[in-house]
């Protein structure tokens, strides 16, 4: 059996492994698999001692038994069209720019096959998205987060896929994010330069690393400032790295206000109105919006401008930091 096949002879069991759970020794032999999958295979009736399929994870390996582990092929559900509303900003026979709000996903993914962006585009384009980010990804050249609110261009059609892709892959696309973060960078503008890559001490976060990751470089300027509190950042993206700002700005100590994931205990410890207290430190997303978007049209050569109004949730919040530090002068 060949690991192309995806079906794994796994050597004898050792006499020290005797008595070890089936998913134990099955995380010693596949490391590369995750112990949560291994044990949905288990169940699943995908592992099997000579012609037994077993499917209990803490059935009792034995000296000298040898077992065979298939890896079914990844079932990706096909997108399907969602009659979704959407913020279209432009549209065009070779692309479309959407003003995507915060807690839509870009593309389907595991947790989340329905209620995306993709969703809402077949819907939209019908048949004239493009193919070349595959099934799941039609048209999509780029991504922000799920909380994250703003711009995207999404790609009608191949020629505008290839030459908006090529734009991105060379750095020339314009992209302006505003962002609200605790405390007040010092300098007030600057660059943050620092390769990016998965933290080391937590597999779901992104971090600077010093070795590996991908450069990354982040331009910012604080807009606004309010107290001791908090700032409004204008950042621009040198690069596109997932999680950029957030991780450059956290690493600098002023991480997006409801950031949960690199908030670093950055609720405000300032005496505050309690209005204004409770929607800094409860705000439920991080507070970023991907403000402006310009590129070259990919068909007709002309630079496209696209500019987006923060939100309604970031400028109410906005507003509040605003009346706050016009308390504070007077």
């Known amino acids: 059996m060949t690991r192309e096949d995806k079906t794994f002879l796994l050597p004898e069991v050792e006499a020290v492994q005797n008595n070890m759970r089936l998913d134990k020794f099955l995380v010693l032999n596949l490391p590369e698999i995750s112990r949560a ?7 699943g009736g995908y592992v099997a001692l000579d012609e037994t399929l077993l499917i209990d994870n803490a059935h009792k390996v034995k000296t000298g038994d040898a077992y065979v582990v298939t890896i079914p092929p990844a079932e990706e559900a096909e997108p399907q069209p969602e009659n979704i509303d959407l913020n279209i900003v432009y549209e065009d026979a070779d692309l479309l720019v959407v003003n995507k709000p915060s807690g839509m996903t870009v593309h389907p993914a595991a947790g989340a096959w329905h209620g995306t962006l993709v969703n809402a585009l077949l819907y939209h384009c019908a048949d004239s998205l493009s193919g070349i980010g595959g099934v799941k990804r039609p048209g999509i050249v780029h991504r922000i987060d799920k909380d994250t609110s703003g711009l995207l261009v999404v790609a009608k059609n191949d020629l505008a896929h290839q ?12 992209r302006t994010y505003y962002a609200l973060v605790y405390g007040v960078p010092n300098p007030l503008n600057g660059t943050i330069v620092g390769n990016i890559g998965r933290s080391s001490f937590d597999r779901k976060k992104m971090a600077i690393v010093e070795s590996g990751g991908k450069p990354a470089i982040t331009h910012y300027q604080t807009r606004q400032i309010f107290g001791r509190v908090a700032a409004l950042v204008q950042c621009n993206l040198e690069t596109g790295r997932t999680h950029q700002i957030r991780v450059h700005l956290s690493s600098k100590g002023h991480a997006l206000i409801g950031d949960q994931v690199y908030v670093k205990n950055k609720k405000s410890e300032i005496m505050l109105p309690t209005n204004i207290k409770t929607a800094v430190n409860n705000f439920p997303r991080q507070a970023l919006h991907a403000k402006s978007l310009g590129f070259i049209h990919p068909r007709t050569g002309q630079l496209m401008q696209f500019d987006s109004d923060l939100p309604n949730d970031l400028q109410n919040l906005l507003s509040l930091l605003q009346a706050f530090a016009a308390s504070e002068v007077s």
């Open 163 to 174: 030459n908006l892709s090529e734009q991105f892959a060379a750095h020339s696309i314009e």
């Open 37 to 43: 999958r291994l044990q949905k295979l288990i169940t």
